[in-house]
């Protein structure tokens, strides 16, 4: 039987899609919390989730695992004029 190990990239990525998941989550719960008490306890984890999911982020762009592409000045200002619009 042979064992396949993950590489720190693969690590990396499966982390990130988790923690993705889980601001979801948390996110949708804290805004349908009925007791303020919990729903300030969720909003303080979805904080500390989100602290991680933007480390784990950092990390991968920072090893050039995750590619992020500069936005095209026309393409914001196209955007920016169709939601203005849409008003």
């Not at 090893?63 to 000045?73: I, L």
């Amino acid at each position: 039987m042979t064992t396949q190990k993950l590489t720190e990239r693969q690590i990396l990525q499966d982390s990130l899609m988790s923690q993705k998941q889980m601001t979801s989550a948390y996110n949708t719960f804290a805004g349908e919390c009925v007791s303020e008490q919990l729903r300030c306890a969720m909003l303080n984890i979805l904080d500390d989730e989100h602290k991680m999911q933007s480390d784990i982020f950092c990390t991968m762009q920072s090893n050039g695992w995750y590619q992020v592409e500069q936005a095209d000045q026309q393409k914001i200002q196209q955007a920016r004029q169709k939601l203005t619009s849409a008003q």
